[in-house]
């Protein structure tokens, strides 16, 4: 074991020279951080007693942890969002387990999208406008809707792209290339404050279903070409194979081309799930507080001020721990169900 | 069974198909030969609409392979194809390879389906094999399955596109005694190949194609002893 170690990073002068390098900056930045958090940190106390030391202020993020998660949603009723997001990280533990995969996931996933929603409408007494929703259950909200909803356009806009009828080709082009030329902000900034210009006096749209509908429009023009690189890689000869023994346009894309040209992007699929994931975090120029808004509104408190890093930390982290979950589940993904090639 | 009148077939400017007309009998095994590039493949594939021609027809059974009205799926489950590169789906076992045309576009039911892929699998001896993945075979494997494909949508003819020319020397046998049993049991063939032996021993007729025509159509015997068209002897002498 310790052979193999040492064959492995102190076999010559040059590699021991890169590994002791390598180890010291590690040791450095862990040591550095360690520090900064544990020793240095101020885990007790106030903003007078963090203002001294230079370490990280963790009574702040005591503080505002449930600002930061939560946002305004009233307090009375934060046993919900904390219930719904158990029940999201229960949904996530049972959809990714391979022998889950199967017709009635669809349907499970809707229920749980239901109930989700529910949890943090409630209803009469306890009704909480979206307004108020805010934090991590906001952004969960968008993502998670947006991914599902704007996947499955992202699939019809690709195989438009890709068929060869004139008037579903050049639509599907003149879509994903308008929705990639412009940025996301923009498209945000549409649907909040164009969008209500045009519409009658009185009738109002509500301001998250605005937001989430940009998303799903925006990320379905991503998805699309992705999906189409796949489409792009299924041979010739598995159409023909397909059409030799009968089967019509419509069963050779559901059957035989999609299985394997979905599974084919399985890399840039996530890589376009993840980035939408974080693009999310746009939706504070349009005063959504998500999981960043809140994070910088936590910073606004005159009586605790000065302590972005400690914010900025903690959301990160939470970003970190959710994008490198989709990771690792993706790889997973890959290797079940890619056959062969 | 099939009908070709005065087919023409252009790519761009290159005038693949020059005025073919061609009449297969029900339950007749016909080879095609020629050198490369003559036009042989594109006439088969004319036959199930998987390449459209500009001019003349080609009846299916008198049904019009490219009239608007046809539905060309039905016509499909009746003319099997086997290709060259076999074209087996990967992402589907063998015993699914064989079942989704019979389930999907037929209607069979799945219990069906499969007895009669099993069934099929047996005859081409790869039984053992049924619950394996398409990557899994090898090339001789692949086809005799591809053929079981076929066979499972009870075809009336079968359209062979070169179906041992991807294949390493040694696996060539393994498919050709296949494709002979099928000849004995009376199953109707249009066969593109350039195994002779094979024809000789399986043909009705063999129609030999040079640059887009059809140069002679004549009885094995005629056609290797008797030939009076100088490119047929030409080719003869190089491929025997």
């Not at chain 1, 349907?107 to 929603?117: E, R, T, V």
């Not at chain 2, 640059?211 to 005629?222: F, L, M, W």
Request: hydrophobic share 45%.
């Amino acid at each position: 074991m310790l052979k193999d170690y040492r064959k492995k990073y102190f076999n010559d002068l040059e590699s021991s020279v890169a590994s002791l390098l390598i180890f010291c900056i590690y040791f450095f930045i862990i040591g550095y951080f360690f520090n900064w958090l544990i020793i240095e940190g101020v885990w007790v106390g106030d903003a007078s007693v963090c203002k001294s030391s230079t370490g990280a202020c963790v009574s702040f993020l005591k503080e505002k942890l449930v600002f930061i998660l939560f946002g305004v949603y009233p307090r009375e009723f934060l046993i919900r969002p904390i219930l719904g997001i158990i029940i999201l990280i229960l949904g996530w533990l049972h959809f990714t387990k391979k022998k889950n995969w199967n017709n009635l996931l669809f349907f499970k996933f809707l229920a749980l999208m239901f109930i989700y929603i529910l949890l943090l409408r409630g209803f009469n007494d306890s009704f909480v406008p979206t307004s108020k929703w805010g934090g991590l259950p906001l952004t969960l909200l968008l993502s998670i809707v947006g991914i599902a909803l704007s996947y499955p356009v992202g699939i019809f806009l690709a195989l438009a792209r890709t068929s060869n009828q004139l008037i579903p080709r050049y639509l599907s082009i003149i879509y994903i290339e308008l929705i990639r030329g412009v940025p996301l902000i923009s498209i945000l900034f549409m649907s909040s404050v164009l969008i209500p210009l045009f519409l009658p006096d009185g009738v109002t749209i509500n301001k998250l279903f605005r937001a989430q509908i940009a998303i799903i429009l925006f990320s379905a023009a991503y998805f699309a070409e992705v999906i189409r690189g796949g489409l792009n890689s299924i041979p010739k000869g598995q159409w023909e194979g397909a059409k030799s023994i009968g089967l019509n346009y419509f069963q050779i894309i559901r059957l035989i081309v999609l299985p394997q040209a979905l599974v084919k992007v399985i890399p840039p699929t996530v890589n376009t799930i993840i980035g939408m994931f974080k693009d999310t975090s746009l939706v504070i120029i349009i005063a959504l507080f998500d999981l960043m808004g809140t994070t910088k509104a936590s910073m606004t408190d005159s009586k605790w001020l000065g302590f972005s890093v400690e914010a900025y930390f903690l959301c990160a982290l939470i970003y970190f721990i959710i994008c490198s979950k989709m990771g690792k589940f993706s790889k997973k993904v890959e290797q079940e169900l890619q056959r062969g090639h | 069974m099939i009908k070709i009148n005065n087919l023409n077939k252009w790519y761009g400017d290159f005038h693949v198909l020059k005025d073919i007309n061609l009449e297969i009998k029900t339950g007749e095994k016909v080879v095609v030969c020629g050198p490369s590039g003559s036009g042989k493949s594109t006439l088969i594939r004319c036959i199930n609409n998987l390449e459209q021609y500009q001019e003349g027809e080609v009846f299916v059974d008198s049904v019009e392979v490219q009239d608007m009205q046809t539905n060309i799926e039905k016509l499909r489950m009746d003319v099997g194809m086997v290709f060259q590169h076999f074209n087996l789906f990967p992402h589907l076992n063998i015993l699914e390879n064989l079942t989704i045309g019979p389930i999907k576009s037929k209607g069979l039911s799945e219990d069906e389906a499969k007895k009669r892929a099993l069934n099929f699998l047996e005859k081409v001896k790869i039984l053992s094999e049924a619950n394996k993945y398409p990557d899994q075979l090898s090339g001789g494997q692949k086809q005799r399955v591809a053929i079981a494909r076929t066979l499972c949508m009870a075809p009336k003819i079968i359209l062979f596109d070169e179906p041992t020319s991807a294949l390493d020397p040694e696996m060539v046998k393994e498919v050709l005694d296949v494709m002979m049993d099928l000849a004995k049991e009376g199953m109707a063939m249009i066969c593109v190949t350039h195994e002779m032996g094979f024809a000789k021993n399986v043909a009705d007729r063999i129609i030999f194609m040079d640059e887009g025509r059809i140069v002679e159509d004549a009885s094995p015997n005629d056609f290797f002893e008797n030939s009076t068209h100088s490119r047929v002897r030409e080719f003869l002498s190089q491929i025997l």
